[in-house]
């Protein structure tokens, strides 16, 4: 027996997911912007950044691209199993995108100061907010298999919420070495694109499903 296919009307599961490359395209887009130089843009005498500002900002941006890109995969592979949608599942879906919007912000504040706290804290506290409303909405709609199939097997369920749920340990831990060293802080945020472009657990069983 597979879930119903009725979703709230007008309000379907590919509307839905239109929606979020639309966002996904113009916050990854909103990123590049944050390259821009002062001294491009203001009036006056400004005094050029020097190499390791440069540096750091492009490293940062390059990281938060990563990530958002993580994201979008991690949200494409998740709606995958959704047949249908509700209200609910529609607005957990909404706050995620509304915590992807304030990424180029977060990531504004710390390319021009990575190696202070502050900027640190508030960038995995940003991650963190996407991180726990996408295993929401997973957590949500496979919950007694709500919106999804019912033959759906408990093993993805199980290896998919835990692999999201490695995210928000990482940013955890990332904000609390911020407290010990703001370098080994930024690093911690360093290994989170890695980890997941890496093929893990939930891989090897598609392989397994699909030689089978």
């Known amino acids: 027996m597979s879930a119903r296919n009725e979703s709230v009307v007008g309000l379907g599961k590919t509307r839905v997911e239109s929606l ?55 949200h494409h592979i998740v709606f995958h199993y959704f047949r249908r949608t509700d209200r609910t599942l529609i607005w957990l879906n909404n706050l995620f995108l509304l915590s992807i919007g304030l990424v180029p912000l977060s990531t504004a504040l710390l390319g021009r100061h990575f190696s202070e706290q502050a900027p640190l804290i508030a960038y995995g506290l940003n991650l963190l907010a996407v991180q726990f409303l996408l295993y929401a909405s997973f957590w949500y709609a496979t919950l007694h298999h709500h919106l999804v199939d019912a033959e759906l097997d408990p093993i993805i369920v199980q290896s998919a919420r835990r692999r999201i749920l490695l995210g928000p340990c990482l940013s955890i831990a990332a904000i609390l070495l911020s407290f010990i060293d703001p370098l080994i802080s930024l690093g911690t945020y360093l290994v989170f694109p890695a980890v997941f472009v890496l093929p893990g657990r939930l891989d090897a069983f598609w392989r397994r499903q699909e030689t089978a």
Do not use: H, K, Q, R
Not at 31 to 45: V, W
């Open 20 to 74: 979020t490359d639309g966002i996904f395209s113009a916050v990854m887009t909103v990123l590049g912007l944050n390259l821009t130089l002062p001294y491009i843009t203001a009036t006056g005498n400004v005094p050029l950044p020097n190499l390791n500002e440069i540096g750091a900002s492009i490293l940062i941006y390059m990281l938060s691209f990563f990530i958002l890109a993580v994201f979008w995969v991690g």
